[in-house]
Nanobody, 126 residues
Framework: QVQLVESGGGLVQAGGSLRLSCTAS????????MNWFRQAPGKERESVASISWSGESKYYVDSVKGRFTISRDNSKNMVYLQMNSLKPEDTTAYYC???????????????????WGQGTQVTVST
């Protein structure tokens, strides 16, 4: 298990950018598929992006393709979500998550997530 702490959320105008960061503790970070999820009030938690342990495989939900980029730095135990061209509908809490199973079991599925962060709020104003 790894422990995850997100940062970087905030208030931004539509069309702006934010970069979310997730710091992981634990020596086995590099073995995990890392994910970003988001969950609006009253809705199910949605997978936004995933990245394999090596960084070679990535997944994006259709609504963020071309706008969001997931990356990781295993030497620093960090995963990032660069969010550009933000829209009001991107407003919600974003969660970092770690999955210790194979790529196809982790992306874009939440049922195999082993560790969740506490979430960071992103608000996009019009």
């Amino acid at each position: 298990q790894v422990q995850l702490v997100e940062s970087g959320g905030g208030l931004v105008q539509a069309g702006g950018s934010l970069r979310l960061s997730c710091t992981a503790s634990g020596r086995t970070f590099s073995s995990y598929t890392m994910n970003w999820f988001r969950q609006a009030p009253g809705k199910e938690r949605e997978s936004v992006a995933s990245i394999s342990w090596s960084g070679e495989s990535k997944y994006y939900v259709d609504s963020v393709k071309g706008r969001f980029t997931i990356s990781r730095d295993n030497s620093k135990n960090m995963v990032y979500l660069q969010m550009n061209s933000l829209k009001p509908e991107d407003t919600t809490a974003y969660y970092c998550a770690a999955c210790g199973r194979r790529w196809y079991q982790c992306a874009p599925r939440k049922e195999n997530v082993g560790s969740w962060g506490q979430g960071t709020q992103v608000t996009v104003s019009t």
